[in-house]
């Protein structure tokens, strides 16, 4: 909590909790720009695809497993997914964390994320995670439910996601390999049981990093994106 100018505290947002030092950016594409904060527990990065343009009012934001990344699961899904949304006029951000495996750390920094997407003029926000990542955007989901439209997990842990109930029906679309050897397809089944919801797509003969899988994730996850997000929008 911080004091206002009355002396009343406010609540702290998720870029207060990040304490940022110092940040920088450059463009290193069409329309992708690469983002620096510089934090006392970490550096964090962010690449954000920016359409050309009006943007859409809507954005997402996609986050990796206990070790971090930025490229997803498949082939390198979270870029295809980036560089499709952006030419349908949807911004996204894709993010490295502070501390990987650390789950109130991940948390603030994908909240820190949505909270960037709505300061650039998004209504709604879609929250997407691969394995660990799957309980952060839960978590965060259930955290700012006013900000978050749904939720995307790909083999998904169901650690931290004993607060899935909170998504109250919000569309929930899942993918998990029945050859997981990291975390098992049940993991998924009880994250959607305590949800009470959820679109599970088991994808057969697949491995934790559903690198079988890409091209089934890809166009599923853009009609549902087409459904429950971007057509949503006038």
């Known amino acids: 909590m911080s004091q206002s100018g009355n002396g009343q505290e406010t609540p702290q947002t998720p870029l207060d909790a990040l304490g940022i030092m110092a940040s920088q950016q450059a463009i290193i594409g069409a329309n992708l720009r690469h983002v620096e ?4 527990r970490g550096l964090l990065s962010l690449l954000w695809h920016e359409p050309d343009g009006n943007a859409k009012p809507v954005a997402v934001v996609m986050v990796g497993g206990a070790m971090g990344g930025m490229l997803g699961p498949g082939d390198s899904l979270y870029h295809a997914l980036g560089e499709a949304l952006v030419a349908r006029g949807v911004p996204s951000i894709r993010l490295s964390y502070r501390k990987p495996n650390d789950l109130d750390s991940c948390c603030v920094d994908a909240a820190a994320a949505v909270q960037l997407a709505v300061g650039s003029g998004a209504d709604h926000v879609v929250i997407m995670g691969h394995s660990f990542g799957g309980a952060v955007a839960i978590r965060v989901a259930v955290g700012l439910a006013e900000m978050v439209t749904g939720v995307v997990t790909f083999a998904t842990q169901s650690a931290g996601c004993e607060v899935a109930g909170g998504l109250q029906g919000r ?26 919801s959820g679109d599970l797509h088991i994808m057969p003969g697949d491995d934790h990093l559903l690198a079988k899988s890409h091209d089934v994730m890809f166009e599923t996850t853009m009609k549902w994106l087409e459904e429950v997000l971007i057509g949503a929008t006038p």
């Open 171 to 196: 569309p929930l679309l899942m993918f998990h390999g029945d050859k997981d050897s990291i975390l098992p397809m049940d993991a998924s089944e009880v994250v959607r049981a305590i949800a009470g």
């Open 37 to 40: 904060m510089y934090t006392m």
